[in-house]
């Protein structure tokens, strides 16, 4: 076989957003549109292509055949020595960058549009993971979309078709193909996390009443549902009703693999029917969680507070100390007041898990979140589904140790109570066709005003006013390599410490998604179970009202709330 340049043509828009390129299947049909981005990406690989070991995979959605065997015809014109894929193209994005940790490689392909549906009508993506397993930072992502809007040709090899659903090693022309079992590594790197057996007892104990707690597992047709089959019912021993969804299908069987109340609301109807002790679901690519009880949602701001505050007590990897926290931006502070308490460094990163890559390769961060379902250690160097969910089991064993009957809402409770609550909740509007950006633009204008600092806005419904402090758009200085990202979002802090956050997605792939993230403090132990939506209701009038979101969009109500 020998490698040939093929003549291409620039195609606009094939720019990596929070993580990674998403668009319409129909989009990645086009002639060379997929070769033209694999081969930028292999072009921008730090230190470039030759010679390089690369892991692939992904979750398995609709045109991951196409685009396995491009890569495999690219990467060998391109001089790449080997590929780890996993086996039919199936590896969660937690177990990808464990592998390209663990196997020392220089980097992995990932095929995944993680949460967005996906099917010949819906959405492929491609992203680019580098040899510390993390996504790709700004500086290569920039690098691989200057190279797309000047290709004029890529190389490729013409390989036949490699069948990928056999485990073993092929030569496939000049390259090497290892096409490993996608769930055995994963699961041994959680076992040596967490302590199975102590989980196990929990499990089989009746704490409950007399009863032993329930789980059920929703892998909402993502990836997650062998591995799921693996840890719950192999591993842990529970019954095979404990799990839902666990075949990963090419659409997702036509739902949105999101696991938050709205699209996992499945999950949440059989948890409630059920009086299910633990429910917990996954996206579609394995790095997003929901952790939902009987009657206790867990918000991920929540979620990831509890869990640093709980690490050393019910997680051995964390035996030794945690090392820092961090949120994203518009995640809640509740992990900032843990960060105090315990006297560690907290940082506080833009939107997307490749800012808090540099700070766990510098031994400055453990554990880590963000608002939209996304947990995380530096076990690996991506947020993951699967290890929060088995982090709040781990929780409640420990919990049940130190006093047995305890339940998901009593762990919040007892959080609330050391710490205070942080309402949280967070508005997107979904695929917004006009004026999304004038809507930016507005309220850059109004934080320009030089009175609006110390001005005073009013609640709608009530007598509730909030007075501005702060109001500006983000932007991080990585404290490790000093790289500047600027405009990661609009924020206006008031003078009681609440906050709102404006934010266009940069992971949707058709119109534009606004996102508004709204959140207030309260150390009144009467508000502590008041749902978010009335806690925060004040706030969302002054947001909605400030921002003039439906006057420009014309957007009455969200598509989602979290
Ligand atoms: C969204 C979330 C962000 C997350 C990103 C990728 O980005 O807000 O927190 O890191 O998705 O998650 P955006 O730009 O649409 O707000 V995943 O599970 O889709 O890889
Ligand atoms: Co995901």
Redesign the pocket.
């Known amino acids: 076989y020998e490698a040939r340049q093929v003549k291409t043509k620039v195609y606009d828009g094939q720019k990596p957003?929070?993580?990674?390129l998403?668009k319409r299947v129909k989009v990645f049909q086009q002639e060379h549109y997929t070769e033209n981005f694999i081969q930028a990406t292999l072009s921008a690989m730090p230190g470039g292509p030759e010679g390089k070991v690369l892991v692939v995979g992904g979750d398995g959605r609709y045109f991951s055949p196409e685009a396995s065997q491009i890569i495999l015809r690219l990467s060998a014109a391109n001089g790449i020595k080997k590929i780890l894929i996993g086996e039919s193209t199936i590896l969660s994005?937690p177990a990808a960058s464990a592998l390209i940790r663990s196997r020392k490689t220089d980097g992995g392909i990932l095929l995944?549009?993680?949460?967005?549906p996906g099917g010949p009508d819906n959405d492929f993506g491609i992203?680019f993971n580098c040899d510390n397993g993390g996504p790709a930072p700004e500086d290569v992502t920039n690098k691989i979309y200057e190279i797309t809007k000047t290709i004029d040709s890529y190389k490729t090899m013409d390989l036949p078709d490699l069948d990928l659903s056999k485990k073993g090693t092929f030569t496939h022309g000049p390259l090497q193909v290892e096409i490993v079992d996608s769930v055995e590594h994963y699961v041994k790197l959680l076992s040596e996390i967490f302590d199975f057996d102590m989980i196990k007892e929990y499990l089989q104990s009746k704490p409950y009443d007399g009863k032993s707690p329930t789980v059920l597992f929703d892998a909402l047709n993502g990836v997650t549902g062998p591995y799921g089959k693996a840890i719950f019912v192999d591993v842990l021993g529970l019954p095979e009703s404990s799990i839902q969804n666990c075949v990963p299908k090419p659409d997702f069987g036509g739902s949105h693999p999101?696991p938050n109340l709205t699209y996992a609301h499945e999950l949440v109807e059989a948890v409630e029917a059920n009086k299910v002790t633990f429910g917990a679901a996954s996206?579609?690519?394995g790095?997003?969680n929901m952790i939902y009880g009987a009657g206790a949602f867990v918000t991920p701001s929540d979620s990831v507070a509890i869990i640093a505050d709980w690490a050393e007590k019910a997680i051995p990897y964390f035996k030794g100390g945690v090392k820092g926290l961090a949120r994203?931006m518009?995640?809640s502070e509740a992990i900032d007041l843990v960060a105090r308490a315990k006297g560690l460094e907290v940082f506080e990163v833009p939107?997307?898990?490749k800012f808090f890559g540099n700070l766990m390769d510098a031994g400055r961060l453990s554990i880590c979140g963000?608002?939209?379902?996304?947990t995380g250690s530096d076990h690996i160097r991506?947020?993951d589904g699967l290890w929060a969910i088995v982090a709040w089991l781990a929780i409640l064993a420990a919990a049940n140790k130190e006093k047995a009957g305890q339940d998901i809402n009593d762990i919040l409770v007892a959080h609330y109570s050391k710490y205070g609550r942080n309402f949280f909740s967070r508005y997107d509007y979904e695929e917004v066709e006009t004026g999304a950006e004038e809507m930016m633009q507005h309220l850059r204008d109004e934080f320009a005003r030089s009175d609006f600092v110390g001005s005073t806005l009013k609640a709608t419904s009530s007598d509730v006013s909030f007075t501005v402090k702060e109001a500006d758009d983000f932007s991080y200085t990585d404290p490790i390599d000093g790289s500047v990202s600027k405009n990661q979002g609009l924020y206006i802090k008031f003078t009681d410490g609440s906050r709102v956050v404006f934010?266009?997605?940069?992971?949707?792939s058709q119109g534009a998604?606004i996102?508004m993230y709204v959140e207030k403090y309260s150390n009144n132990p009467d508000e502590y179970p008041k749902p978010a939506a009335e806690g925060l209701k004040p706030l969302i009038e002054v947001a909605l009202g400030l921002s003039k979101l439906t006057e420009l969009t014309k957007r009455k109500e969200p598509t989602v709330i979290t």
């Open positions: 957003g929070t993580s990674g998403r994005t995944t549009a993680s949460h967005n992203k999101d996206d579609g690519d790095d997003r994203s518009p995640t939107t997307g898990w963000e608002e939209s379902f996304g991506e947020k934010r266009l997605s940069g992971t949707g998604t996102r």
